[in-house]
């Protein structure tokens, strides 16, 4: 469910640090060569260079957020460390190292990166210029990298969790610390990245906090370093990710440890004093995650979790392996049962569809939103009594509206001004589900479920594009579908859905509120 945006703020940047770099590293591989002169006057030179010419911000050209994401480089992985005092309202101190290949000749780097404050930029071990540019850290080597080169940058910075007057997102504080809400467009509040989903990579991510705190982050545990007064924790993703799907926990927290299908390993971060009353939910994932695996196929990832947040954010979240949820959504006798169960498993389908499978461009959303509104409506079926026919035919009478407000749904309209995640509207949760409703409406059930399977094998730890769902739903249907899916994907106006000529489209209420 989308929170109420604001406007990001810029960096504010430090000067270059021009002390000898910590510990000089290079992958082999690369194509450049390192000149005298510049070992002896890269300080000088890079100032002038970045003096030349003006610093502009950069983008990989989505159509919603055109200046998120960065071209000319691939990112491989990121390192991420963290220094936590043990007050959430101040900035934490941060290393950010990022590892990636050249696509094209740079002689500037842009990093998305806005409230922190940068304090040294390395470029392969030795210090780099540096400057702000809208959102964007722009980042001045020594010398240009050639196309193909392989190059690792480091940039010392704080993160601050508290939100600027005019911007929310990136740390959400809670009760007893802190996690990340990231999605769509503000990984950037927190780290320095390229911080758009066509671009995902491998995370390693260390967290440090005084005694008494707990963190945990994506992937799996690999390394806790107890110090006198502090505790090191260091996790490691073993599939790549998105930036928008990053998690860091720091709490007074337990994590909870059991058993999923195949010996899967659950894990799940709850505030100490909730763990009695949080566990009858939390007890539910391993059927849930077996319930998912029957329906699309062995579950992609290294590890699964619930983080229960005592924040009110207003939403839930799919951060890979470790899914955001308000305790409150588990605490509040308003909700009944059969919806609390739906939620966990839209969150828990989002693995799959938006997490392992990742939208190639923003407008590629609804292959998200609707996929996991239709596996938490399907799971409300079965376990439930709460037919997916109402469900989706409510859905039809409203889809036309929704149309009108947000666009298509494989061509939302860009957000609101001064709402980034205004994108996250009804026409891409139930107007998306819709979709695919209309899909095995037409191909009927055996073909459809034979899609689903095929899509999440075939994309798994990549991107995908609508372009992409429409071409494996010909092929695997053994006809084109493109001009069957044009309407339901791109007209203003819904198509007639197959079996069903009485639908009409009418003002009826609106469908449940969806979750991010």
Same mark, same amino acid.
Request: net charge negative; charged share 20%.
């Given at each position: 469910?989308?929170?109420?945006?604001?406007?990001?703020?810029?960096?504010? /940047?430090? +000067?270059?640090?021009?002390?000898?770099?910590?510990?000089?590293?290079?992958?082999?591989?690369?194509?450049?060569? +390192?000149?005298?002169?510049? =070992?002896?006057?890269?300080?000088?030179?890079?100032?002038? =260079?970045?003096?030349?010419?003006?610093?502009?911000?950069?983008?990989?050209?989505?159509?919603? $957020?055109?200046?998120?994401?960065?071209?000319?480089?691939? %990112? #491989?992985?990121?390192?991420?460390?963290?220094?936590?005092?043990?007050?959430?309202?101040?900035?934490?101190?941060?290393?950010?190292?990022?590892?990636?290949?050249?696509?094209?000749?740079?002689?500037?780097?842009? @990093?998305?990166?806005?409230?922190?404050? %940068?304090?040294?930029?390395?470029?392969?071990?030795? !210090?780099?210029?540096?400057?702000?540019?809208?959102?964007?850290?722009?980042?001045? !080597?020594?010398? !240009?990298?050639?196309?193909?080169?392989?190059?690792?940058?480091?940039? +010392?910075?704080?993160?601050?969790?508290?939100?600027?007057?005019?911007? &929310?997102?990136?740390?959400?504080?809670?009760?007893?610390?802190? #996690?990340?809400?990231?999605?769509?467009?503000? #990984?950037?509040?927190?780290?320095?990245?390229?911080?758009?989903? *066509?671009?995902?990579?491998? $995370?390693?991510?260390?967290?440090?906090?005084?005694?008494?705190?707990?963190?945990?982050?994506?992937?799996?545990?690999?390394?806790?370093? +107890?110090?006198?007064?502090?505790?090191?924790?260091?996790?490691?993703?073993?599939?790549?990710?998105?930036?928008? /799907? #990053?998690?860091?926990?720091?709490?007074? *927290?337990? %994590?909870?440890?059991?058993?999923?299908?195949?010996?899967?390993?659950?894990?799940?971060?709850?505030?100490?004093?909730?763990?009695?009353?949080?566990?009858?939910?939390?007890?539910?994932?391993?059927?849930?995650?077996?319930?998912?695996?029957?329906?699309?196929?062995?579950?992609?990832? &290294?590890?699964?979790?619930?983080?229960?947040?005592?924040?009110?954010?207003?939403?839930? =979240?799919?951060?890979?392996? =470790?899914?955001? $949820?308000?305790?409150? @959504?588990?605490?509040?006798?308003?909700?009944?049962?059969?919806?609390?169960?739906?939620?966990?498993?839209?969150?828990?389908?989002?693995?799959?569809?938006?997490?392992?499978?990742?939208?190639?461009?923003?407008?590629?959303?609804?292959?998200?939103?609707?996929?996991?509104?239709?596996?938490?409506?399907?799971?409300? &079926?079965?376990?439930?009594?709460?037919?997916?026919?109402?469900?989706?035919?409510?859905?039809?009478?409203?889809?036309?509206?929704?149309?009108?407000?947000?666009?298509?749904?494989?061509?939302?309209?860009?957000?609101?001004?001064?709402?980034?995640?205004?994108?996250?509207?009804?026409?891409?949760?139930?107007?998306?589900? @819709?979709?695919?409703?209309?899909?095995?409406?037409? /191909?009927?059930?055996?073909?459809?479920?034979?899609?689903?399977?095929?899509? %999440?094998?075939?994309?798994?730890?990549?991107?995908?594009?609508?372009?992409? $769902?429409?071409?494996?739903? *010909?092929?695997?249907?053994?006809?084109?579908?493109?001009?069957?899916?044009?309407?339901?994907?791109?007209?203003?106006?819904?198509?007639?859905?197959?079996?069903?000529?009485?639908?009409?489209?009418?003002?009826?209420?609106?469908?449940?509120?969806?979750?991010?």
């Amino acid at each position: 469910m989308p929170l109420t945006p604001h406007t990001r703020t810029g960096p504010t /940047l430090a +000067r270059a640090d021009r002390s000898a770099p910590d510990a000089p590293h290079r992958r082999t591989g690369s194509a450049r060569r +390192r000149k005298a002169a510049a =070992l002896l006057a890269s300080a000088v030179s890079v100032c002038l =260079l970045a003096a030349s010419a003006p610093a502009a911000p950069l983008g990989v050209g989505d159509r919603l $957020f055109p200046h998120l994401g960065n071209p000319g480089y691939d %990112v #491989a992985s990121y390192d991420l460390s963290f220094t936590y005092s043990g007050s959430n309202s101040k900035p934490l101190t941060a290393v950010t190292t990022i590892d990636a290949w050249t696509t094209t000749e740079l002689d500037r780097v842009n @990093l998305d990166f806005a409230h922190g404050e %940068v304090r040294s930029v390395q470029v392969d071990g030795r !210090p780099a210029a540096f400057t702000g540019a809208g959102e964007d850290l722009v980042v001045t !080597p020594d010398e !240009p990298l050639p196309a193909g080169s392989w190059m690792r940058i480091t940039v +010392r910075h704080t993160s601050d969790p508290v939100s600027a007057a005019d911007r &929310e997102g990136g740390w959400v504080r809670t009760a007893d610390g802190l #996690a990340m809400a990231n999605q769509a467009d503000v #990984a950037h509040l927190v780290f320095p990245c390229n911080d758009h989903p *066509s671009d995902k990579a491998m $995370f390693t991510i260390r967290v440090t906090a005084p005694d008494g705190y707990t963190a945990v982050a994506n992937g799996l545990p690999t390394d806790v370093d +107890r110090g006198a007064r502090a505790t090191t924790w260091t996790y490691r993703t073993q599939h790549p990710m998105a930036t928008e /799907l #990053a998690q860091v926990s720091i709490g007074r *927290s337990t %994590v909870l440890h059991r058993d999923g299908p195949h010996g899967l390993p659950v894990r799940d971060v709850v505030p100490t004093k909730d763990r009695a009353a949080l566990e009858p939910w939390l007890k539910k994932t391993p059927g849930q995650l077996s319930w998912m695996e029957g329906k699309v196929g062995p579950y992609p990832f &290294e590890t699964y979790g619930i983080l229960m947040a005592a924040a009110d954010t207003g939403f839930e =979240l799919e951060t890979q392996t =470790l899914s955001l $949820f308000e305790k409150d @959504l588990f605490t509040e006798p308003a909700y009944p049962k059969w919806y609390v169960e739906s939620i966990m498993v839209h969150e828990l389908a989002h693995q799959w569809f938006g997490d392992s499978v990742s939208p190639r461009t923003w407008s590629d959303l609804w292959l998200n939103e609707g996929h996991a509104t239709w596996y938490e409506a399907l799971y409300a &079926e079965e376990k439930a009594g709460r037919t997916l026919e109402a469900r989706m035919k409510a859905a039809y009478g409203a889809s036309d509206r929704w149309r009108a407000a947000g666009g298509p749904p494989a061509a939302p309209k860009p957000p609101n001004p001064g709402q980034k995640i205004s994108i996250f509207r009804p026409n891409v949760y139930d107007g998306g589900a @819709l979709v695919l409703y209309a899909l095995r409406q037409e /191909l009927g059930r055996t073909s459809f479920e034979e899609l689903e399977r095929a899509w %999440v094998q075939e994309h798994r730890d990549g991107t995908a594009s609508t372009a992409d $769902f429409v071409h494996l739903a *010909s092929e695997i249907s053994g006809r084109d579908l493109g001009g069957f899916l044009q309407g339901w994907l791109y007209g203003e106006k819904t198509p007639p859905m197959p079996g069903h000529p009485d639908w009409k489209a009418t003002p009826a209420a609106a469908a449940p509120a969806p979750h991010r």
